[in-house]
């Protein structure tokens, strides 16, 4: 992490703008790989990149960036079994994918939903999310 770390710290030096925003955002992603292996979903670093590239996507309108960082914060949510904010976010996922027509990401909606819908005791809707995935 202190590599990432020394990286973003040199990144303000540069001046502010969305070219900045996008390098900074691929550093927040790519930090949270060794921040999983270290602490797993539930390590602060892993919500606080998430939040940041999320943040940062929406000013910049950059759906490639705010994928991965909600998948991220919504299976923080689903280890920490907080389903109302992890299911808020998958359906967020799914319209987004949806809106893309995107198949690996309307995979990985259907599935995290199907998934955050059975844990929070939503069968049918669970079988539901589970056939979309499978008939894609």
């Keep these: 992490l202190t590599c990432f770390d020394r990286a973003l710290a040199l990144l303000e030096e540069f001046p502010p703008g969305p070219d900045r925003d ?9 930090r949270t790989a060794p ?3 270290m602490g797993g979903y539930t390590a602060p670093a892993i919500q ?5 590239v999320n943040y940062l996507a929406e ?4 759906a490639d960036y705010a994928f991965p960082a909600r998948l991220l914060l919504l299976s923080r949510y689903a280890v920490l079994a907080k389903y109302r ?4 976010l998958g359906e967020h996922l ?8 995107n198949p690996l990401r309307l995979t990985q909606a259907h599935h995290f939903l199907g998934f955050l819908r059975f844990c929070a005791g939503s069968f049918q809707a669970a079988a539901v999310s589970a056939v979309k ?3 894609g």
């Excluded at 996008?22 to 790519?30: D, I």
């Excluded at 000013?59 to 950059?62: A, H, K, M, S, T």
């Excluded at 799914?94 to 027509?101: K, N």
């Design 48 to 52: 606080e990149a998430a939040n940041r």
């Design 133 to 135: 995935r499978i008939s």
């Design 94 to 101: 799914l319209s987004q994918a949806e809106r893309e027509q």
């Design 85 to 88: 904010p992890a299911l808020e």
């Design 35 to 37: 921040a999983l292996a």
């Design 22 to 30: 996008r390098t900074e955002m691929t550093l927040q992603l790519a």
């Design 59 to 62: 000013i910049l309108q950059e």
